[in-house]
Structure formats: C-alpha cells, structure tokens
C-alpha cells in the first residue's frame, strides 16, 4: 500500500487558489520592475554639451540615471536619479522638481532635498565639471 501524503487534496488546492491571490498584492505593492533597482553612477559619464542645461534650469539624463541643474549663477549641480526613499528611478523633471513614479517623493534638482515625502533624504551629489565644453559627471568627474 502507498504511503499517504500528510496534506489532503483539499489543503492543496486551497494553498494553490490563494498563492497567486498573494502575489498580486506583492506586485501591486511593488515599484516597476524597470523603475527598480537600478544603479547609481559608479564612474564618469559625458552627458553632452555644457550648453543644454541652462541658467536656472534643469535636465534629466535617463540612460545614466542623472540630473544635472544650473543654478542662477551659473554653477553645475549633478545628483543620481534614484530616489532615496525606495530604490526607484526618478524620471519626471517638472521644472526644476523631480518627481518620482513610484510614491510621489519630490527633489529640488538645484539641491538635492526632498521637497515632499515620503522620502526624508536627499539625493545623492555627484560630482560634475565641464571638461572640453562637455558636461562630465561622476564618482571621477
């Protein structure tokens, strides 16, 4: 005679129904999976031209996950676009604000702080200079 499973088939198919039920929620919780974990600048990038960030103004460089800003004065500000809350990418810039998809945190992009929560700490600065008109940012910038 076969040697009977502990767990009736009742108990199986139950655990079966309410195991992608769970999951859903895992997932609705859950940050894009392409907004996610992505990495922060670990060595220097050229972003382009030094004129595309103007006075006052800000610009996102998605593919490197930077923001570089200029303040009134001219300076060159860069900061990861991760967001300090969850991991997430930011890639919104409304104005001089970043916004992020995932819980709505805020950044000024002329000084990295949070201008709404949920995150508390600012971004990351990198460090940026112009190096042949190019703007370069980055752990060796």
């Known amino acids: 005679m076969p040697a009977r499973s502990s767990a009736s088939r009742r ?3 139950r655990g ?36 595309e960030v103007a006075k006052g103004a800000a610009k996102l460089y998605r593919d490197h996950n930077v923001v570089v800003s200029r303040d009134g004065a001219g300076a060159l500000k860069a900061y990861s676009l991760v967001c300090t809350h969850a991991g997430c990418v930011i890639n919104k810039l409304q104005g001089t604000t970043l916004v992020c ?41």
């Not at 129904?17 to 600048?41: E, H, I, R, Y």
């Not at 709505?104 to 112009?130: C, H, I, N, Y």
């Open 101 to 141: 998809p995932c819980h709505g945190s805020e950044f000024d992009a002329v000084t990295g702080k949070v201008v709404q929560a949920p995150a508390t700490e600012p971004l990351s600065e990198l460090p940026v200079k112009v190096a042949d008109g190019r703007i370069v940012a980055g752990p060796a910038a």
């Open 16 to 51: 079966a129904a309410v195991a992608p039920v769970a999951g859903l929620g895992l997932a609705a919780c859950a940050a894009p999976q392409d907004d996610k974990g992505a990495s922060a600048v670990t060595s220097s990038v050229d972003l382009g031209a030094e004129g």
């Open 11 to 13: 108990t199986v198919l």
